[in-house]
């Protein structure tokens, strides 16, 4: 079975600074990796997503994650934050492989202020 | 447009009064998926369907029922609601590949008093 740690909860940061959301994830399987993220009142939506090759993964609105394998870590960075991008965060993994179930970590409240 | 669609999106009802909550796409997909999201534990899964009739526990699957007899639609039901599954509830679907995304429907917001 899989697991996942977003370890912090909320992570406050003012606009144009950059932010890292941090996934930590157990599996004895190979992996695939995604982040999702929830705007206020909405379902979630895909940010991003690993499955193979280059362990940098590049997704919409700026965001980028990189594949760390021996840390067991696929972290979520911006360079540059803005106000829209006040959100939760999910980190999920799957193992790889038609059947396995995709499990979400508890997610990280993303808030930007001016 | 690609959707998935959730009625509806918010729903007070009271203890023991049986209610369905409907989804349905129009993707195409085979896999369709119940989740139900609470403070502090994330989204967790309820029950999932690989395709038509066939349907599977999650992780949380006490009190609850679905049904797959069509492709589109995945109505999940509450036979006897408890104050318990007070949540939000999403239903996402995808292909049958799980390196496919998920879509997710805009949410219900059960209240069981």
């Known amino acids: 079975a899989q697991s996942v740690t977003q370890l912090d909860s909320q992570v406050p940061v003012f606009e144009e600074a950059p932010v890292e959301l941090r996934c930590n994830y157990s599996?004895?399987?190979?992996?695939?990796l995604f982040w999702y993220v929830q705007y206020p009142n909405q379902g979630l939506q895909l940010l991003l997503k690993?499955?193979?090759?280059?362990?940098l993964v590049k997704g919409i609105n700026g965001f980028e994650a990189e594949f760390n394998k021996s840390q067991t870590s696929f972290h979520l960075r911006k360079p540059s934050v803005h106000i829209s991008d006040t959100a939760e965060y999910f980190c999920?993994?799957?193992?790889?492989?038609?059947?396995?179930?995709?499990?979400f970590g508890t997610g990280t409240r993303l808030q930007v202020t001016l | 447009e690609a959707q998935v669609t959730q009625n509806p999106r918010y729903l007070i009802t009271v203890t023991g009064k049986k209610l369905t909550v409907t989804c349905s796409q129009n993707?195409?997909?085979?896999?369709m998926s119940w989740y139900r999201q609470d403070p502090g534990l994330g989204l967790r899964q309820i029950y999932y369907?690989?395709?038509?009739?066939?349907?599977d526990k999650g992780d949380v699957p006490e009190g609850y029922k679905v049904s797959r007899k069509e492709k589109r639609n995945f109505p999940l039901i509450l036979e006897s609601p408890s104050p318990n599954q007070t949540s939000l509830y999403f239903c996402?679907?995808?292909?049958?590949?799980?390196?496919?995304?998920?879509?997710f429907g805009n949410g219900t917001r059960l209240t069981v008093t």
């Open positions: 999920a993994v799957s193992a790889t492989g038609t059947a396995s179930k995709l499990t």
């Open positions: 599996s004895s399987v190979s992996v695939y």
């Open positions: 690993y499955l193979s090759g280059s362990t």
């Open positions: 993707m195409n997909h085979e896999y």
């Open positions: 369907s690989m395709n038509v009739e066939v349907t």
């Open positions: 996402a679907c995808r292909f049958v590949d799980n390196n496919s995304p998920l879509h």
